[in-house]
Protein backbone atom coordinates (compact mmCIF):
# COMPACT_ATOMS: atom_id res chain seq x y z
CA UNK A 1 0.00 0.00 0.00
CA UNK A 2 1.50 3.04 -1.46
CA UNK A 3 2.63 5.94 1.60
CA UNK A 4 -0.41 8.27 0.66
CA UNK A 5 -2.51 5.41 1.22
CA UNK A 6 -1.33 4.79 5.23
CA UNK A 7 -0.48 8.27 5.88
CA UNK A 8 -5.05 8.61 5.46
CA UNK A 9 -5.38 5.56 7.39
CA UNK A 10 -3.79 7.48 10.17
CA UNK A 11 -5.59 10.99 9.82
CA UNK A 12 -9.08 9.26 8.88
CA UNK A 13 -8.41 6.88 12.87
CA UNK A 14 -7.42 9.81 14.61
CA UNK A 15 -9.28 12.17 12.90
CA UNK A 16 -6.28 14.80 13.13
CA UNK A 17 -3.70 15.48 10.83
CA UNK A 18 -1.25 16.88 13.90
CA UNK A 19 -1.62 13.55 15.99
CA UNK A 20 -1.45 11.52 12.74
CA UNK A 21 1.73 13.31 11.90
CA UNK A 22 3.13 12.45 15.22
CA UNK A 23 2.35 8.85 15.13
CA UNK A 24 4.07 8.38 11.74
CA UNK A 25 7.11 10.40 13.05
CA UNK A 26 6.23 13.24 10.15
CA UNK A 27 5.71 17.04 9.76
CA UNK A 28 2.09 17.84 10.15
CA UNK A 29 3.02 19.79 6.65
CA UNK A 30 4.24 16.61 5.17
CA UNK A 31 0.98 14.46 6.19
CA UNK A 32 -1.24 17.22 4.73
CA UNK A 33 0.34 17.36 2.00
CA UNK A 34 0.02 13.98 1.58
CA UNK A 35 -3.52 14.47 2.17
CA UNK A 36 -3.74 16.81 -0.58
CA UNK A 37 -1.98 15.08 -3.47
CA UNK A 38 -4.65 12.22 -2.78
CA UNK A 39 -7.52 14.67 -3.18
CA UNK A 40 -5.63 15.85 -6.53
CA UNK A 41 -5.23 12.42 -7.42
CA UNK A 42 -8.93 11.71 -7.20
CA UNK A 43 -10.73 14.81 -7.84
CA UNK A 44 -12.55 14.85 -4.50
CA UNK A 45 -12.28 16.01 -1.35
CA UNK A 46 -11.80 13.45 1.71
CA UNK A 47 -12.14 15.75 4.38
CA UNK A 48 -14.11 18.98 5.70
CA UNK A 49 -11.99 21.30 7.46
CA UNK A 50 -15.13 23.67 9.11
CA UNK A 51 -16.74 23.46 11.23
CA UNK A 52 -15.63 20.20 12.02
CA UNK A 53 -12.78 18.51 10.72
CA UNK A 54 -14.33 14.76 9.22
CA UNK A 55 -14.39 12.79 6.70
CA UNK A 56 -16.66 13.61 3.22
CA UNK A 57 -18.77 10.91 1.93
CA UNK A 58 -15.65 10.15 -0.51
CA UNK A 59 -13.36 9.82 1.97
CA UNK A 60 -15.72 7.43 3.71
CA UNK A 61 -15.63 4.90 0.17
CA UNK A 62 -11.89 5.73 0.42
CA UNK A 63 -11.31 4.45 4.40
CA UNK A 64 -13.83 1.27 3.51
CA UNK A 65 -12.04 0.08 0.35
CA UNK A 66 -8.64 0.76 2.13
CA UNK A 67 -9.43 -1.20 5.59
CA UNK A 68 -10.65 -4.28 3.00
CA UNK A 69 -7.00 -3.74 0.91
CA UNK A 70 -5.42 -3.87 4.21
CA UNK A 71 -6.94 -6.97 5.33
CA UNK A 72 -6.41 -8.71 1.83
CA UNK A 73 -2.52 -7.47 1.98
CA UNK A 74 -2.38 -9.02 5.58
CA UNK A 75 -3.93 -12.33 4.35
CA UNK A 76 -1.68 -12.63 1.58
CA UNK A 77 1.74 -11.83 3.55
CA UNK A 78 0.28 -14.72 6.19
CA UNK A 79 -0.41 -16.86 3.36
CA UNK A 80 2.77 -16.32 1.64
CA UNK A 81 5.01 -16.31 5.04
CA UNK A 82 2.92 -20.11 5.90
CA UNK A 83 4.02 -21.43 2.45
CA UNK A 84 7.62 -20.35 2.92
CA UNK A 85 7.90 -20.76 6.66
CA UNK A 86 5.60 -24.02 7.23
CA UNK A 87 3.83 -23.53 10.04
CA UNK A 88 5.16 -20.67 11.57
CA UNK A 89 2.98 -17.62 11.71
CA UNK A 90 0.30 -15.92 13.80
CA UNK A 91 -3.06 -14.14 14.58
CA UNK A 92 -5.13 -12.26 16.65
CA UNK A 93 -8.28 -13.79 17.66
CA UNK A 94 -11.38 -12.14 19.27
CA UNK A 95 -13.67 -13.68 22.21
CA UNK A 96 -15.58 -12.48 25.31
CA UNK A 97 -13.77 -12.99 28.60
CA UNK A 98 -16.70 -15.20 29.96
CA UNK A 99 -16.67 -17.68 27.10
CA UNK A 100 -12.29 -17.54 26.69
CA UNK A 101 -12.10 -20.26 29.61
CA UNK A 102 -15.07 -22.20 28.56
CA UNK A 103 -13.54 -22.64 24.72
CA UNK A 104 -9.94 -22.25 24.95
CA UNK A 105 -8.63 -24.73 27.33
CA UNK A 106 -10.82 -27.49 24.89
CA UNK A 107 -9.66 -26.48 21.45
CA UNK A 108 -6.13 -24.91 21.80
CA UNK A 109 -4.45 -28.29 23.12
CA UNK A 110 -5.80 -30.14 19.92
CA UNK A 111 -4.44 -27.00 17.71
CA UNK A 112 -0.94 -26.69 19.88
CA UNK A 113 -0.10 -30.78 18.59
CA UNK A 114 -0.60 -29.83 15.18
CA UNK A 115 0.93 -25.80 15.19
CA UNK A 116 3.11 -25.16 17.92
CA UNK A 117 5.09 -22.55 16.58
CA UNK A 118 1.51 -20.59 15.05
CA UNK A 119 1.32 -17.47 17.86
CA UNK A 120 -2.00 -16.67 18.44
CA UNK A 121 -3.26 -13.07 20.54
CA UNK A 122 -6.58 -12.86 22.45
CA UNK A 123 -8.42 -10.29 22.09
CA UNK A 124 -11.58 -10.24 25.13
CA UNK A 125 -14.07 -8.13 24.53
CA UNK A 126 -17.93 -7.71 23.77
CA UNK A 127 -19.17 -9.06 20.66
CA UNK A 128 -20.43 -5.25 19.50
CA UNK A 129 -16.79 -4.00 20.27
CA UNK A 130 -15.41 -6.79 18.18
CA UNK A 131 -17.43 -6.13 15.38
CA UNK A 132 -15.72 -2.81 14.98
CA UNK A 133 -12.75 -4.62 15.69
CA UNK A 134 -12.46 -6.46 12.82
CA UNK A 135 -13.88 -3.96 9.97
CA UNK A 136 -10.61 -2.23 11.13
CA UNK A 137 -8.34 -5.05 10.91
CA UNK A 138 -7.18 -5.00 14.73
CA UNK A 139 -8.92 -9.04 14.80
CA UNK A 140 -8.27 -11.44 12.37
CA UNK A 141 -11.50 -13.19 13.33
CA UNK A 142 -13.66 -13.53 16.40
CA UNK A 143 -16.24 -15.71 18.11
CA UNK A 144 -19.17 -13.36 18.51
CA UNK A 145 -23.22 -13.97 20.21
CA UNK A 146 -25.93 -12.86 17.75
CA UNK A 147 -23.68 -10.48 15.51
CA UNK A 148 -25.03 -7.89 13.87
CA UNK A 149 -25.00 -8.32 10.20
CA UNK A 150 -22.44 -6.79 7.63
CA UNK A 151 -22.16 -6.89 4.01
CA UNK A 152 -18.09 -7.54 5.16
CA UNK A 153 -18.64 -10.13 7.51
CA UNK A 154 -18.27 -13.71 6.56
CA UNK A 155 -20.19 -15.52 9.86
CA UNK A 156 -20.54 -19.34 10.64
CA UNK A 157 -22.61 -20.58 13.09
CA UNK A 158 -21.30 -22.67 15.87
CA UNK A 159 -23.62 -24.18 17.75
CA UNK A 160 -26.63 -22.42 20.08
CA UNK A 161 -26.96 -21.27 23.47
CA UNK A 162 -29.43 -20.64 25.89
CA UNK A 163 -30.63 -18.15 28.67
CA UNK A 164 -30.74 -19.46 31.92
CA UNK A 165 -32.04 -18.36 35.43
CA UNK A 166 -29.84 -19.02 38.39
CA UNK A 167 -31.07 -18.71 41.82
CA UNK A 168 -29.51 -19.75 45.29
CA UNK A 169 -32.21 -22.01 47.07
CA UNK A 170 -32.49 -19.40 50.25
CA UNK A 171 -33.56 -16.73 48.05
CA UNK A 172 -35.35 -19.60 45.73
CA UNK A 173 -37.25 -20.73 49.24
CA UNK A 174 -38.20 -17.37 50.83
CA UNK A 175 -40.42 -17.02 47.70
CA UNK A 176 -41.42 -19.95 46.56
CA UNK A 177 -43.23 -23.31 48.14
CA UNK A 178 -41.62 -26.52 47.84
CA UNK A 179 -44.63 -27.66 45.47
CA UNK A 180 -44.01 -24.18 43.14
CA UNK A 181 -40.24 -24.54 43.35
CA UNK A 182 -40.71 -28.48 41.50
CA UNK A 183 -42.99 -27.18 38.47
CA UNK A 184 -40.18 -25.04 37.58
CA UNK A 185 -38.19 -27.83 36.32
CA UNK A 186 -39.62 -27.60 32.88
CA UNK A 187 -39.24 -24.18 32.79
CA UNK A 188 -40.35 -20.28 34.60
CA UNK A 189 -42.50 -18.09 33.94
CA UNK A 190 -40.12 -14.72 34.62
CA UNK A 191 -43.64 -12.48 35.28
CA UNK A 192 -43.36 -14.56 38.83
CA UNK A 193 -39.74 -13.70 39.55
CA UNK A 194 -40.22 -9.28 39.07
CA UNK A 195 -40.11 -8.92 42.68
CA UNK A 196 -36.93 -10.49 42.96
CA UNK A 197 -33.56 -8.79 42.80
CA UNK A 198 -31.62 -9.30 39.27
CA UNK A 199 -28.04 -8.92 37.95
CA UNK A 200 -27.72 -8.32 34.88
CA UNK A 201 -25.36 -7.30 32.17
CA UNK A 202 -24.87 -3.73 29.96
CA UNK A 203 -27.56 -2.93 28.09
CA UNK A 204 -24.97 -3.37 24.74
CA UNK A 205 -24.36 -6.60 25.65
CA UNK A 206 -25.68 -8.84 23.21
CA UNK A 207 -26.84 -11.51 25.75
CA UNK A 208 -28.49 -8.62 27.89
CA UNK A 209 -30.41 -7.87 24.41
CA UNK A 210 -31.93 -11.06 23.68
CA UNK A 211 -33.13 -11.01 27.45
CA UNK A 212 -34.92 -7.52 26.84
CA UNK A 213 -36.09 -8.23 23.74
CA UNK A 214 -38.29 -11.37 25.44
CA UNK A 215 -39.02 -9.07 28.31
CA UNK A 216 -40.43 -6.30 26.23
CA UNK A 217 -42.11 -8.91 24.69
CA UNK A 218 -44.40 -10.14 27.50
CA UNK A 219 -43.97 -6.57 29.31
CA UNK A 220 -41.87 -7.57 32.29
CA UNK A 221 -39.51 -5.47 33.97
CA UNK A 222 -37.01 -6.60 36.49
CA UNK A 223 -35.75 -5.29 39.26
CA UNK A 224 -32.12 -5.32 38.37
CA UNK A 225 -29.51 -3.79 41.09
CA UNK A 226 -26.41 -4.88 39.82
CA UNK A 227 -25.13 -4.40 36.53
CA UNK A 228 -22.31 -6.67 35.06
CA UNK A 229 -21.14 -8.53 32.24
CA UNK A 230 -18.69 -11.35 33.68
CA UNK A 231 -20.78 -14.35 34.17
CA UNK A 232 -18.81 -15.76 36.86
CA UNK A 233 -19.05 -12.79 39.29
CA UNK A 234 -22.98 -12.74 38.72
CA UNK A 235 -22.83 -16.69 39.52
CA UNK A 236 -20.92 -15.48 42.86
CA UNK A 237 -23.60 -12.62 43.54
CA UNK A 238 -26.10 -15.24 43.31
CA UNK A 239 -24.51 -17.69 45.68
CA UNK A 240 -24.35 -15.05 47.93
CA UNK A 241 -28.03 -14.87 48.06
CA UNK A 242 -29.10 -11.23 47.17
CA UNK A 243 -30.06 -11.69 43.60
CA UNK A 244 -30.95 -14.20 40.90
CA UNK A 245 -29.32 -14.02 37.04
CA UNK A 246 -29.76 -15.12 33.91
CA UNK A 247 -26.68 -16.47 32.51
CA UNK A 248 -26.00 -18.33 29.05
CA UNK A 249 -25.89 -21.85 29.49
CA UNK A 250 -22.54 -22.56 28.28
CA UNK A 251 -21.21 -20.09 31.30
CA UNK A 252 -22.52 -21.99 34.18
CA UNK A 253 -18.96 -23.74 35.32
CA UNK A 254 -18.92 -21.41 38.30
CA UNK A 255 -22.38 -22.76 39.57
CA UNK A 256 -21.15 -26.19 38.99
CA UNK A 257 -18.47 -25.45 41.08
CA UNK A 258 -20.42 -23.87 43.88
CA UNK A 259 -22.80 -26.97 44.06
CA UNK A 260 -19.97 -29.46 44.44
CA UNK A 261 -18.78 -27.41 47.73
CA UNK A 262 -21.43 -25.80 49.22
CA UNK A 263 -24.23 -26.74 51.67
CA UNK A 264 -27.35 -28.30 50.69
CA UNK A 265 -29.04 -25.10 51.67
CA UNK A 266 -26.95 -22.96 50.05
CA UNK A 267 -27.00 -24.50 46.37
CA UNK A 268 -27.65 -22.64 43.40
CA UNK A 269 -30.44 -23.87 41.19
CA UNK A 270 -30.67 -23.47 37.61
CA UNK A 271 -34.40 -23.21 35.69
CA UNK A 272 -34.76 -23.08 31.50
CA UNK A 273 -36.92 -20.38 30.87
CA UNK A 274 -40.45 -21.20 29.62
CA UNK A 275 -41.00 -19.61 26.18
CA UNK A 276 -37.88 -17.55 25.82
CA UNK A 277 -38.22 -18.33 21.92
CA UNK A 278 -34.74 -16.48 21.84
CA UNK A 279 -32.04 -18.76 21.28
CA UNK A 280 -28.49 -17.34 20.92
CA UNK A 281 -26.14 -18.06 18.00
CA UNK A 282 -22.43 -18.56 18.91
CA UNK A 283 -20.72 -17.66 16.12
CA UNK A 284 -17.38 -17.39 14.39
CA UNK A 285 -17.23 -14.01 12.24
CA UNK A 286 -14.35 -13.19 10.06
CA UNK A 287 -13.74 -10.82 7.39
CA UNK A 288 -15.07 -11.66 4.02
CA UNK A 289 -12.00 -10.90 1.62
CA UNK A 290 -9.73 -12.10 4.05
CA UNK A 291 -7.74 -15.02 2.85
CA UNK A 292 -6.65 -17.38 5.86
CA UNK A 293 -3.85 -19.58 5.48
CA UNK A 294 -3.91 -23.32 6.28
CA UNK A 295 -2.97 -22.46 10.24
CA UNK A 296 -5.56 -20.08 10.69
CA UNK A 297 -8.40 -22.13 8.50
CA UNK A 298 -7.24 -25.99 10.95
CA UNK A 299 -7.99 -23.18 13.93
CA UNK A 300 -11.71 -23.32 12.74
CA UNK A 301 -12.29 -26.37 11.64
CA UNK A 302 -11.38 -27.47 15.38
CA UNK A 303 -13.85 -24.88 16.52
CA UNK A 304 -16.90 -26.22 14.49
CA UNK A 305 -16.00 -29.50 16.20
CA UNK A 306 -15.74 -28.53 19.86
CA UNK A 307 -17.64 -26.06 20.21
CA UNK A 308 -21.28 -27.87 19.68
CA UNK A 309 -19.29 -30.66 22.23
CA UNK A 310 -19.31 -28.09 24.76
CA UNK A 311 -22.69 -27.11 24.03
CA UNK A 312 -24.11 -30.41 24.31
CA UNK A 313 -22.31 -31.36 27.89
CA UNK A 314 -24.55 -28.35 29.08
CA UNK A 315 -27.49 -30.49 28.88
CA UNK A 316 -30.64 -29.51 31.11
CA UNK A 317 -29.97 -32.67 32.64
CA UNK A 318 -26.67 -31.29 34.17
CA UNK A 319 -28.84 -28.54 35.22
CA UNK A 320 -31.55 -29.42 37.14
CA UNK A 321 -30.91 -30.37 40.27
CA UNK A 322 -33.05 -32.74 42.92
CA UNK A 323 -35.41 -30.24 44.94
CA UNK A 324 -35.87 -31.49 48.77
Known amino acids: MKIGFEVFLVVAREMSITKAANELHITQQCASDHIKRLEKEYNVVLFERRPKFRLTQAGEIMLHNLLNIQIMETSMSRSLAGIAEGTVGGFTLGIS ?13 RYYQCYPKVNISFTEEDTQILEERLLN ?15 DYKIQTLTTDEIILVISAKLLRREFSKQEIRQMEDGIDLKRFSNIPFTQSFKTG ?17 NVIYNISDSETQILLCASGICAALCPKMLLAAAYRHNQTCKPEDELYMFPIRNLGRELKIELVSHRNAMHPMYIQDFVHILQEELPRIADSMSLEELRKNIQ
Open 97 to 109: TSRAPIILPRVLP
Open 206 to 222: KVNHAIQEYLDSYNVKL
Open 137 to 151: GQVDLFIGVNTSPHP
